[in-house]
């Protein structure tokens, strides 16, 4: 079974605050993925990274991939409302591996 | 881009019936197709692959008795929930794949939002 960890569960912040979620897992995925899912809808791919080490820029996200292909992480500067949402990171299996993601609130 | 869409968004049904939620990809042939479950502020969960013309492939712990997936055809597979439970009441979310390989994308629906009084 390949397992993911998000970390952290639950994150609530001010608006204008920057922010790291971490995804890590024992297994060394060929891709991972980045989704954002908001409340009542299917999860929205933002990014895949493949190559490891390989930093990925969507305007004020931030993605990593570990040079190991085991472990990644999205930082968000300048957080905004808009921002809030679930998110998620899959491994690229057959079929994906979701994390159990991250839940973040930007407050105004 | 790749679409998908489910049908219906919500669904409110009484306990002990049966009730069938679609997904179809509107603009490609989709030759896998998986189908998860959501609880509130829980992650997305596999319960079933599907390829198109064969039977599907549960996750352990799901009842294919219970949960019947038909992917009949490219662009359409169906879930339909037997013998409803106030248990199964959920967010069902399917995603669709062009191909068997792994690094073909998965393509989400909307999600279902399920019911069961």
């Known amino acids: 079974t390949q397992l993911l960890e998000q970390s952290p569960q639950f994150l609530s912040i001010q608006e204008g605050e920057n922010l790291t979620v971490y995804c890590n897992s024992s297994s060394v995925f060929s891709s991972l993925q980045w989704y954002r899912q908001e409340p009542g809808e299917g999860p929205v791919l933002l990014v895949t990274v493949v190559t490891g080490g390989e930093v990925k820029k969507l305007k004020r996200l931030t993605f990593q991939f570990g040079d190991a292909r085991k472990d990644s992480s999205l930082h968000i500067t300048a957080a905004q409302p808009g921002d809030t949402g679930l998110y998620l990171c899959a491994g690229v299996w057959t079929p994906l591996v979701f994390g159990k993601g991250t839940r973040l609130s930007v407050i105004a | 881009g790749a679409v998908v869409s489910q049908h219906p968004s919500r669904v409110i049904c009484k306990s002990g019936t049966s009730v069938k939620i679609e997904c179809r990809s509107l603009?490609?042939?989709?030759?896998?197709m998986f189908w998860y479950r959501q609880f509130p502020k829980q992650s997305l969960m596999l319960m079933a692959t599907s390829n198109e013309g064969s039977k599907a492939t549960y996750e352990q712990g799901v009842e294919k008795d219970k949960f019947l997936i038909n992917h009949a055809s490219l662009t359409l597979s169906t879930l339909t929930v037997t013998r409803a439970h106030p248990e199964d009441s959920s967010f069902y979310i399917c995603s669709a794949r062009k191909g068997r390989q792994v690094n073909q994308p998965q393509h989400f629906g909307d999600g279902t939002r399920l019911s069961i009084l």
């Open positions: 603009d490609f042939q989709a030759t896998t």
